[in-house]
C-alpha cells in the first residue's frame, strides 16, 4: 500500500471495535492504489545508489575533518573537493607539511589515501551506471532528455 494512504488505517481501539463489527472496509476503496513489488534488477540499482550514497557521504566526513584538522592548527583550508586536493598538494608534497608535527603529517596523508581509495570506489559505481545506462532502454531515453548528458550518472 502506497504511504499516503497508510494513515486513514490507523485505527483507535473505538475504530478496531466497530472494524470488527463490519463497519469499515481496509483494502477495498476503490481510490486505492498498491504499490508493485520491484523486480530484482529494480532493486539492484536502488542499492547500487544507495552504496555510492554511502561513499560519498564517508568522502565529505572525511574532507570536512581534514579542514577542521588543519583548522585547530592555525591553517585555513579551501573549501570545496578540488581546491582542497590542490591546497593539500601543495601544503604536503610542496611544502613538506610546513606546520604540521610529523605525526600530523602521517595523519594526513592517511586521510588523502582514504580519499584516493573512496574516489575510486565512487569512479567504479559511475562507470557501472554508465555501463547499465547503454544497456537500459529506459535509462537511455532518461539520459536523452533535454537537460541531461548521457555521460552523467543518474545520481549524484
Keep these: 500500500m502506497s504511504p499516503e494512504y497508510v494513515r486513514p488505517y490507523v485505527q483507535s481501539a473505538?475504530?478496531?471495535?466497530?472494524?470488527?463489527r463490519g463497519d469499515r472496509g481496509g483494502g477495498d476503496t476503490p481510490t486505492m492504489r498498491f504499490v508493485g513489488l520491484k523486480?530484482?534488477?529494480?532493486?539492484?540499482?536502488?542499492t547500487l545508489h544507495r552504496?555510492?550514497?554511502?561513499?560519498v557521504g564517508e568522502r565529505t566526513a572525511l574532507i570536512s575533518q581534514l579542514r577542521a584538522i588543519l583548522l585547530e592548527r592555525g591553517i585555513v583550508a579551501p573549501q570545496g573537493k578540488r581546491k582542497l586536493e590542490q591546497f593539500l598538494t601543495v601544503l604536503m608534497d610542496e611544502q613538506c607539511g610546513a606546520g604540521l608535527?610529523?605525526?600530523m603529517i602521517?595523519?594526513?596523508a592517511d586521510a588523502r589515501a582514504?580519499?584516493?581509495?573512496?574516489d575510486q570506489r565512487i569512479a567504479a559505481?559511475?562507470?557501472?551506471?554508465?555501463r547499465w545506462t547503454k544497456e537500459n532502454e529506459d535509462a537511455r531515453r532518461l539520459a536523452s532528455h533535454p537537460g541531461r548528458r548521457p555521460e552523467q550518472s543518474p545520481r549524484r
Excluded at 523486480?39 to 536502488?46: H, K, N, T, Y
Excluded at 552504496?51 to 561513499?55: G, K, N
Excluded at 559505481?125 to 554508465?130: H, Q, S
Design 125 to 130: 559505481f559511475d562507470t557501472e551506471f554508465i
Design 39 to 46: 523486480s530484482q534488477e529494480q532493486l539492484d540499482m536502488q
Design 14 to 20: 473505538e475504530e478496531r471495535r466497530s472494524s470488527r
Design 114 to 118: 582514504q580519499w584516493g581509495e573512496l
Design 51 to 55: 552504496s555510492r550514497d554511502r561513499l
Design 106 to 108: 602521517t595523519l594526513v
Design 101 to 103: 608535527s610529523p605525526r
